[in-house]
């Protein structure tokens, strides 16, 4: 079981390096509002990642390739939300330093239900992340029982939130480090998002016309 553990581990760290739309948000909360709204947001995603694998070893992988054209409209969908989610990004507004925690005062129950909801949100809504554990399960763990799964969707979903978790905690490292300087960033990973998704769309296309 622990080597199951392992590979999820490693497979959630793995899949959590390319940009996506749960690193943007994590990257926006650390900036504009609190390292624990990050973390919040990270906590969601994870979750959610590590559902999509144990979804994957429950056997969604062959339906997925008994209907070809699932995948295609998966990436067609999360193409779309990507580049929009991006586009939003890239418009949004200068950010604004966040204020102490204790001179705002927030609602922490609230705060961290709010990440933790867009975190998940954010990975329902691309369904072409289902994809990607659907071809990693069945690369790396093709054989494993639903007990094996499970442990693996574990992995994945803690390897999934170390990622998360450094990705927010080196935002607030370079908030505080280069301040207005880092205005940049958000717009920056936006705008990589948007490319993403204009590359899922072209995968798509190229499935639809060929």
């Known amino acids: 079981m622990l080597a199951f553990f392992l590979i999820g581990f490693a497979a959630g760290v793995i899949t959590g390096v390319p940009i996506g739309p749960v690193n943007v948000a994590v990257i926006d909360a650390a900036y504009r509002h609190t390292l624990r709204r990050a ?31 699932v995948p295609a409209i998966m990436h067609v969908v999360s193409g779309l939300v990507l580049v929009v989610y991006g586009f939003l990004t890239v418009r949004s507004q200068p950010v604004v330093q966040a204020q102490h925690e204790a001179a705002r005062a927030p609602n922490v129950r609230g705060e961290v239900w709010s990440g933790f909801k867009i975190g998940v949100t954010l990975i329902v809504l691309n369904p072409a992340a289902l994809v990607t554990w659907v071809v990693v399960v069945a690369k790396f763990v093709p054989d494993a029982t639903y007990a094996q799964g499970m442990v693996t969707g574990g992995g994945v979903a803690i390897g999934s939130f170390a990622w998360f978790a450094f990705v927010a905690v080196l935002t607030v490292k370079g908030k505080r480090a280069f301040g207005d300087k880092a205005r940049w960033l958000p717009r920056v990973v936006g705008a990589a998002l948007i490319g993403y998704g204009l590359y899922l769309l072209g995968n798509a296309v190229y499935y639809f016309v060929t």
């Open 39 to 69: 973390l919040s947001v990270g906590t969601g995603g994870a979750i959610a990642d590590g559902l999509y694998c144990i979804l994957g070893v429950a056997g969604i992988s062959p339906k997925l390739h008994a209907y070809p054209v």
